[in-house]
């Protein structure tokens, strides 16, 4: 480095390629033997559904900067937004090639051996024929609706990600028309990849066709009369995300429910086309959705792979999946049904997947049905659709209890399921509101108020993921009950602030974004800087899902360059750029990848040997220290404490499924030489499990 200037571009590493090289390592794990089989399937059908989330998401705002006068403003890396769009699409390239491959040269190969089989028109037998045209004539034919493409036909409406087939024709219909093509939409409603009866066809126990051999197998069919000298699949990725206005919203909610009704026709931002498809076909949908040939992917197999995944429910081998784990409970809770007894005596950690989600709902449902509880206050973010925490508020608001639920309606992706969520609510007499407009309420946090004796007093659950009973079990997460009196009065006064109007409150314990998250992180920081001016041991360790906040990253820095340890556990994007010579040789950066997704936040300071252990809501991200409702909220228990950093310690000592940041932006897999090989996840369900 010519300068140790902090601003210096060449000291971040750009987002999006960041968050490229994190699908990745995720599409590694589809190459790695020591996963079971199915196991890597899926690995690789998330990694080309987070690559759909990312052209959706991520380059569809770098389309619209383009649009702007941003186009030519750089991100603190220094690229601007064409220079970002070009390395893009090299990256992302490499990246498809790379799935196709995987696909067709490693696992199908792999699969085959173990009997699951995904047929080719070509390798059908007779039995498999017959049962599958029978299959076209009486389950998809009636509901599929080609369009000959002609003056009184144009183009149809593409909807988002769904597949389709343009189909090249010659000879006249029954009218004398010829256009020459025809578009096929796939409904949605029919499955991707169809499984074969096997007394039927005379084939093996798992043998399944894509939807899309299929149709084009018998497409002939659809066009009776005329020649069909090409049938081509296709699907358009478009620009998924809606804004919302601040200042010309009067109503939230309708204004969500206007925009997920445009969001299955944004802009196009990708195209992926079969690969055999001939150049003159490929030109014309080019053209048809303006895409320039840098957003073009040619494909060798299924245009969406993701669809894959659902074989897993259908094959009935425990031996090629993970093997199925018990969640346990903690003992406090075992011991005593009587959770706000528990409560009452000590805090409570819960560490999920490893422990249960259970108690959180049980917890719910005990002060939905407790006398003397007189009010539930809940935010909730993601959910599910059947949820039991929903259930259990329900119940507590027909009951007569107050129950308030601040519910975030643009919870990208939730949107649709959080709207019905609000509106069963608001049937049981729950008192429902939507957050902020213009900052999204992330915070993870449930507050009861039980009446004991001539006091009130607060139970609190918080926690660093989404009151989500499915994704519990996949996620890593903590969760904290508590009675203590100030965080308790600190919830209630955020609630206050999320539901009514009035000045930012003062609070005891919280940290809380937008307003005092940031400038807390950055003090603790600075403590540790501090401390080693003056001689003393300092440390910091990390764990969040991205490191993105350019302040954040050069306090980093400032403290790396004083000799401070620092330890980043950052699963997905990291723009520090760690082993830079006088600015971040005291920085390591690692990534693991297991299989629970690593999304618990926490924010570790040695703080002169007393270590400061906080748990958040909130990731090292522009957006969730200053857009976002988000708590970061302190473990005072020594041993709860203790035991965090033992985990964190845990992950650390990871040389499996960990990944290292190099300086030049890349991860390298950590490869266990002599010692014997340590997983932290493996290690956490041993610990638990016993």
């Known amino acids: 480095m010519s300068s140790l200037d902090l601003n210096n571009p060449e000291l971040f590493i750009n987002r999006e390629l960041s968050l490229l090289e994190f699908n990745q390592r995720v599409l590694a794990q589809a190459l790695d033997p020591n996963i079971p089989l199915l196991e890597r399937l899926n690995y690789l059908c998330i990694s080309c559904s987070n690559l759909d989330e990312f052209y959706e998401v991520r380059v569809a705002s770098l389309l ?73 004539n009486e389950a998809l034919m009636p509901i599929l609706t080609p369009v000959g493409l002609d003056s009184a036909h144009p183009f149809p409406r593409i909807l988002n990600k769904s597949l389709n087939f343009i189909i090249s024709l010659t000879g006249k219909d029954a009218f004398g028309r010829n256009s020459g093509r025809a578009i096929l939409q796939a409904p949605r409603a029919l499955p991707r990849i169809v499984q074969l009866p096997r007394q039927e066809t005379g084939g093996g126990q798992y043998d399944f066709v894509f939807l899309s051999s299929i149709i084009h197998a018998f497409i002939n069919e659809l066009f009776h009369g005329m020649t069909v000298k090409g049938c081509y699949q296709f699907r358009v990725t478009r620009n998924s995300d809606f804004f919302v206005d601040d200042d010309a919203v009067d109503d939230l909610l309708s204004a969500v429910q206007g925009g997920l009704e445009m969001r299955n026709y944004g802009d196009e931002v990708r195209l992926e086309i079969d690969a055999n498809c001939p150049e003159e076909t490929v030109n014309f949908l080019l053209a048809r959705f303006e895409l320039a040939a840098d957003r073009l992917f040619m494909v060798n197999g299924p245009v969406n792979l993701s669809r894959m995944q659902a074989v897993q429910s259908l094959i009935d081998r425990p031996d090629l999946k993970f093997p199925p784990f018990k969640t346990s409970t903690p003992s406090a809770l075992a011991r005593n049904k009587d959770y706000f007894a528990s409560i009452r005596k000590q805090d409570i950690l819960l560490h999920h997947p490893f422990e249960s989600f259970s108690p959180v709902v049980e917890f719910i449902r005990q002060a939905a049905e407790d006398p003397d509880v007189l009010a539930i206050k809940q935010t909730l973010y993601r959910t599910g659709v059947d949820s039991p925490v929903v259930g259990a508020l329900i119940k507590a608001a027909k009951s007569g209890k107050e129950v308030t639920v601040v519910i975030e309606l643009l919870a990208r992706f939730d949107e649709k399921d959080n709207i019905g969520l609000a509106e069963k609510l608001q049937e049981a007499a729950a008192h429902v509101v939507y957050g902020v407009v213009g900052y999204k309420t992330h915070a993870k946090m449930c507050l009861v108020l039980r009446k004991e004796g001539a006091q009130l007093r607060s139970y609190l659950h918080l926690g660093t993921g989404n009151y989500h009973p499915k994704t519990s079990k996949l996620y890593t997460d903590y969760g904290l009950f508590t009675c203590d009196k100030e965080l308790g009065d600190d919830v209630r006064r955020v609630f206050t602030q999320l539901t009514s109007l009035g000045k930012v409150s003062k609070l005891n314990k919280l940290l809380q974004s937008p307003f005092t998250l940031h400038q807390g992180l950055l003090k603790m920081i600075e403590r540790e800087i501090d401390n080693a001016k003056n001689g003393k041991s300092a440390q910091i360790i990390i764990k969040v899902n991205a490191v993105v906040e350019e302040q954040v990253i050069q306090a980093l820095y400032r403290a790396s360059q004083v000799g401070v340890k620092i330890d980043l556990l950052v699963r997905g994007i990291c723009c520090l750029r760690p082993g830079v010579p006088g600015v971040s040789e005291n920085i390591q950066v690692r990534s693991i990848i297991g299989r629970f997704l690593e999304h618990n936040r926490v924010y570790a300071f040695y703080n002169n040997g007393d270590w400061s252990i906080n748990l958040a809501s909130a990731d090292l991200m522009n957006r969730n220290m200053f857009r976002r409702v988000e708590i970061c909220f302190p473990i005072t228990d020594k041993k709860l404490a203790e035991r965090i950093l033992n985990d964190l310690k845990c992950y650390l000592k990871d040389n499996s499924q960990a990944w290292l940041l190099q300086s030049n932006g890349q991860y390298t897999r950590i490869q266990a030489q002599s010692q014997p090989l340590f997983q932290a996840q493996t290690e956490l369900l041993k610990q638990f499990s016993q």
């Open 64 to 136: 619209l900067q383009m649009e702007e006068i941003a186009a030519g403003v750089a991100s603190p890396d220094g690229l601007t937004v064409p220079e970002q769009l070009e390395k893009i699409s090299v990256t992302a390239h490499k990246l498809v090639a790379e799935q196709y491959r995987t696909l067709n040269e490693v696992l199908i190969p792999l699969l085959e051996r173990e009997n699951i089989r995904f047929l080719k028109r070509d390798n059908w037998n007779s039995g498999q024929k017959a049962w599958l045209e029978k299959y076209f």
